[in-house]
């Protein structure tokens, strides 16, 4: 317990960290802005290609999923996910984060349960497992909006 309650305060400051720099990032620039005839239709097929690239969400807070062995956690492993999904859907994702959240962390503990955080963990045909697990279950919660689940920060801290 004494090595988690510091792991778990530096989670918290980064997270207060990112809370911040959302919340104080300098306002986007005016779209009114003056622009001629032919800016105007470089613009219009601008958005037309944007429609078709997909949208990053960024899950708000990271995941913290023990890694439990003969009854006593062993181990804490701590990751970050980002969610594709197609554009104009960002509202969406968010508002179902909790839903989501319920559902990745059930996809995590499972994962460690059968030893998916044991040895090298890291290992792509590893992660490629988790990463299919993970948006299978989104998918059941968002539709098919989303195009892939990605694992932006993983780290494991041995007990």
């Given at each position: 317990?004494?090595?988690?309650?510091?792991?778990?305060?530096?989670?918290?400051?980064?997270?207060?960290?990112?809370?911040?720099?959302?919340?104080l990032?300098?306002?986007?620039?005016?779209?009114?802005?003056?622009?001629?005839?032919?800016?105007?239709?470089?613009?219009?097929e601008?958005?037309?290609?944007?429609?078709?690239?997909?949208?990053?969400v960024?899950?708000?807070?990271?995941?913290?999923?023990?890694?439990?062995?003969?009854?006593?956690?062993?181990?804490?492993?701590?990751?970050?996910?980002?969610?594709?999904?197609?554009?104009?859907?960002?509202?969406?994702?968010?508002?179902?984060?909790?839903?989501l959240?319920?559902?990745?962390?059930?996809?995590?503990?499972?994962?460690?349960?059968?030893?998916?955080?044991?040895?090298?963990?890291?290992?792509?045909?590893?992660?490629?497992?988790?990463?299919?697990?993970?948006?299978?279950?989104?998918?059941?919660i968002?539709?098919?909006?989303?195009?892939?689940?990605?694992i932006?920060?993983?780290?494991?801290?041995?007990?």
């Amino acid at each position: 317990m004494k090595k988690v309650l510091p792991l778990l305060l530096a989670l918290l400051g980064l997270g207060g960290g990112v809370a911040a720099g959302v919340f104080l990032r300098p306002a986007p620039e005016d779209p009114h802005a003056e622009s001629t005839v032919a800016e105007d239709e470089g613009a219009q097929e601008e958005a037309a290609d944007e429609e078709a690239l997909p949208e990053y969400v960024k899950m708000n807070n990271q995941f913290v999923v023990p890694v439990v062995e003969d009854g006593r956690v062993r181990a804490m492993v701590v990751l970050a996910l980002s969610l594709e999904v197609s554009n104009g859907s960002t509202e969406a994702t968010y508002a179902r984060e909790p839903k989501l959240r319920d559902t990745f962390l059930q996809v995590l503990f499972d994962h460690a349960n059968v030893g998916g955080f044991n040895g090298s963990f890291t290992d792509g045909s590893n992660l490629v497992i988790l990463r299919e697990s993970l948006k299978e279950a989104a998918v059941v919660i968002l539709g098919n909006v989303v195009t892939d689940v990605l694992i932006t920060d993983i780290a494991r801290q041995d007990g």
